[in-house]
Nanobody
Framework: QVQLVESGGGLVQPGGSLRLSCAASGSIFSINFMGWYRQAPGKQRELVAAITSGSTNYADSVKGRFTISRDNAKNTVYLQMNSLKPEDTAVYYC?????????????WGQGTQVTVSS
């Protein structure tokens, strides 16, 4: 089992910045995908940013503003969010995929609220 604890959400004005953190604990091995999703009220959950062993990917709506990074020593993945817009308001979830043999384990954090408003 992998446990994920998110932090760093809050209220910020348009144009501001926040950094989300997701700390992983437990059976942390063979993790080949770490990502951040978000879900706004009345909308589907969407992938915002992802990091694998060799690359990062971003949704078009956040390219150039958000940066995902990973600290393997701390078992933590970060999402640096700059130039925030009201449409970035959502609950943000950390997601980890772990491959064990033929099994693919999917873990989620509890979510952290990000509100962008003046």
């Amino acid at each position: 089992q992998v446990q994920l604890v998110e932090s760093g959400g809050g209220l910020v004005q348009p144009g501001g910045s926040l950094r989300l953190s997701c700390a992983a604990s437990g059976s942390i091995f063979s993790i080949n995908f770490m990502g951040w999703y978000r879900q706004a009220p009345g909308k589907q959950r969407e992938l915002v940013a992802a990091i694998t062993s060799g690359s990062t990917n971003y949704a078009d709506s956040v390219k150039g503003r958000f940066t995902i990074s990973r600290d393997n020593a701390k078992n933590t993945v970060y999402l640096q969010m700059n130039s925030l817009k009201p449409e970035d308001t959502a609950v943000y979830y950390c997601n980890v995929l772990q491959t064990l043999g033929f099994a693919l384990n999917d873990y989620w954090g509890q979510g952290t609220q990000v509100t962008v408003s003046s």
